[in-house]
């Protein structure tokens, strides 16, 4: 060892940069191409936005009905007696809920639009279950005089509908929500009656000591996005026993429960790790935990089994095709320690932790509600031979909340490239906003793969049409 030795020193960018700096050092880290998405059902990408337009919604028929039979087919070959009904609030686009309705689903809605436009599109009343915390009186009356089944939500619903019955001569048929804890954080404890503390069992009582009211339905949703088919069936063996009290105690035996919806659709929450398709369970399992149990009753204490199934049937028909309106920010440069203020150096450590290219899209989260919860797929509508690169996409919405993924390895793209965001057949629509930008058309691909506008885009006379100027105010 000689006298000029000294020992080695960690420099001072070890640490300073992303997790990602060392990917980032090989261009090949991140695969040769990025996946990509040519066309919808035979359909490509750039000829839809051509003739429709971007940014634009399109669902495949195919993908709906298939979804469709495969579950009405997982949970009928094991429990013949099971009905399904469409959740109405999760797309209420006329064609879809059209579609659901010709493949034998009923409907179920949660508000007096959702009933009117049930009862439009051709459901009859007896083919409409009725559920949610708040019923107007005047929509009440009428799906009581159109026999829809009410799922009573709490004790003042439960006093109207009374009223509303007093002069029946026929009973009417009823269902109660509950909530129960199935094991599911957090419990939804806004709806229905709780189980645990007996008020569910209180108010099957009152019921059917009723002569106007018939107690048809124990009915319980324990969430959304189940990915534990156990907690269905925990629910199961909690609605069944109380079933049990309420025929042991007043002779009564309900003929149906209905265990509400939550079951995912093949897409990921944030942070999750994929593909989807190894992490969400197949809708076999959901229908095995609850079925089983349903099973070791002996038949004729069978109850119906209903469903309202919603994100799992739609979403993943359901496509938003946007375009690149603008590049920025590529391979911003890390500004050096030394010197730097206080302030500065702050404000380095929040924007420079690591180098991105943003692309700024023609559709905003006005149009993707559920973005904050779940990472959407966006994959260009053609081949780029070029390897992928870290990449933000951020809405066209003048809010700095509007990303829709923050975090993506995408080629280098170009201004008027399409991107497909997938699957977003689910809550997007039926949630979508009117700010500061038209909603765009609607598509939907038959299943002869033919494109047809189930719904057009909007114009300022349309989104001006329930608008009133009072005459002051009209200029002369």
């Known amino acids: 060892m000689t006298q000029d030795y000294s020992q080695p020193l960690i420099s001072n960018e070890l640490g300073s940069n992303s997790p990602y700096a060392a990917a980032e050092r090989n261009s090949f880290a991140r695969g040769v191409h990025a996946p990509t998405l040519f066309e919808i059902d035979g359909n490509p990408i750039p000829a839809l936005v051509a003739d429709f337009g971007s940014p634009l919604f399109v669902f495949s028929e195919h993908a709906l009905r298939n979804k469709a039979r495969h579950a009405r087919e997982a949970f009928r070959r094991r429990y013949p007696k099971t009905s399904f009904a469409w959740s109405l609030k999760t797309n209420h686009l006329q064609a879809v809920c059209q579609i659901l309705h010709q493949e034998g689903w009923i409907a179920e809605v949660v508000s007096d639009f959702e009933y009117e436009k049930a009862r439009y599109l051709g459901f009859a009343g007896p083919d409409i279950v009725f559920n949610g915390p708040y019923k107007p009186r005047a929509i009440l009356r009428r799906a009581i005089d159109e026999g829809a089944l009410l799922h009573i939500d709490n004790w003042d619903e439960l006093s109207l509908i009374e009223e509303l019955t007093r002069d029946r001569s026929k009973p009417l048929d009823v269902g109660i929500r509950l909530w129960l804890d199935a094991g599911i954080r957090p419990v939804w404890s806004k709806f229905g009656f709780a189980l645990a503390n007996g008020e569910a069992e209180r108010a099957a009582e009152r019921i059917v000591k009723n002569p106007r009211l018939r107690l048809h339905t124990l009915h319980t949703h324990i969430g959304t996005y189940i990915l534990e088919p156990s907690a269905y069936r925990t629910a199961t063996q909690k609605l069944l026993a109380l079933r049990d009290t309420i025929q042991r105690k007043h002779g009564h035996l309900l003929d149906c429960l209905d265990l509400g919806g939550g079951f995912p659709s093949n897409s990921l929450l944030h942070g999750m790790t994929g593909p989807a398709e190894q992490v969400v369970p197949p809708i076999e ?66 924007a420079g932790e690591d180098s991105k290219v943003n692309y700024i899209v023609d559709a905003g989260i006005n149009l993707l509600y559920t973005s904050a919860w779940y990472r959407f797929e966006v994959r260009p509508s053609r081949l780029v031979n070029e390897p992928p690169m870290p990449s933000r996409i951020y809405g066209s919405l003048c809010m700095a909340i509007d990303v829709i993924r923050d975090h993506i390895d995408l080629p280098p793209l170009e201004v008027g490239d399409v991107l497909s965001v997938h699957p977003v057949g689910a809550y997007n629509l039926s949630q979508s906003m009117q700010f500061i930008a038209y909603r765009p058309a609607v598509v939907l691909i038959t299943e002869s793969g033919v494109p047809e506008l189930i719904r057009a885009a909007e114009t300022l006379e349309e989104v001006q049409r329930l608008e009133r100027l009072p005459a002051s105010l009209v200029e002369r």
Do not use: C, F, M
């Open 285 to 350: 399992a959901y229908a095995d935990a609850i079925t089983e149990v349903l099973n070791r009753l002996p038949e004729k204490k069978r109850p119906l089994l209903r469903l309202e199934t919603g994100r799992h049937l739609v979403d993943e028909a359901g496509y938003l095709l946007t375009s690149v309106v603008a590049v920025k920010g590529i391979h911003r440069q890390r500004a050096e320690n030394e010197g730097l203020s206080a302030r500065d150096y702050k404000e380095q450590l929040i």
